[in-house]
């Protein structure tokens, strides 16, 4: 929510699509955009299918939650809750069958493989493809690197530009659609 918040006090978005497994933090976007006819806030989880799945939540980093087993840390070792998860391609969320996106903001903890994954089916079928935005968790120690690779791979087929990644740490990477790279 603070990342769209943000974004809006700069630019003009038609639709913002937010996803936010944890309920608590929901409520709290909920009452936040409350009158914001141009957000709709969904709370499930984005994945690759549609299931129910332990989330390891963070007690003093709030923004510290995991489905990654292997990345379980002292401050969220404790704190699981059971959340509902889905596919973007999934969803029915569309007017219309109208599939209108300008931005994607993907901040999952290294899940990142398993929501873009999720998307590859709705990212074919757009014609005007989105700008995503995608933090990629724990560089090379990240568990899911070869599936990360692997979707890595098919969105640029699908005519992204997705720089190099430097493996060595998090970072935020932009996927930029190539009809939109204008140098």
């Not at 809006?8 to 006819?37: A, Q």
């Not at 299931?51 to 969220?76: A, H, P, Q, R, V």
């Amino acid at each position: 929510g603070v990342f769209v918040e943000e974004l809006l006090k700069h630019i003009e978005v038609k639709k913002s699509l937010l996803f936010e497994p944890v309920k608590t933090y929901c409520d709290w976007m909920n009452k936040k955009f409350k009158g914001r006819t141009n957000i709709e806030i969904y709370n499930v989880a984005l994945s690759d299918t549609n299931e129910t799945k332990s989330l390891y939540c963070g007690e003093t980093n709030l923004g510290w939650n995991t489905f990654i087993e292997e990345k379980i840390s002292i401050d969220n070792n404790k704190n699981t809750k059971e959340v509902e998860c889905k596919s973007f391609d999934n969803m029915e969320i569309w007017e219309d069958g109208v599939i209108d996106i300008d931005l994607i903001k993907i901040d999952t903890e290294g899940y990142e493989y398993k929501v873009l994954r999720g998307m590859i089916q709705t990212l074919q079928e757009i014609d005007k493809k989105p700008l995503i935005i995608c933090e990629i968790g724990w560089g090379r120690l990240n568990p899911n690197i070869d599936e990360l690779n692997s979707v890595l791979e098919d969105i640029r087929d699908l005519g992204y530009n997705i720089p190099e990644i430097d493996f060595s740490t998090t970072q935020d990477i932009m996927f930029i659609p190539k009809e939109k790279i204008t140098n």
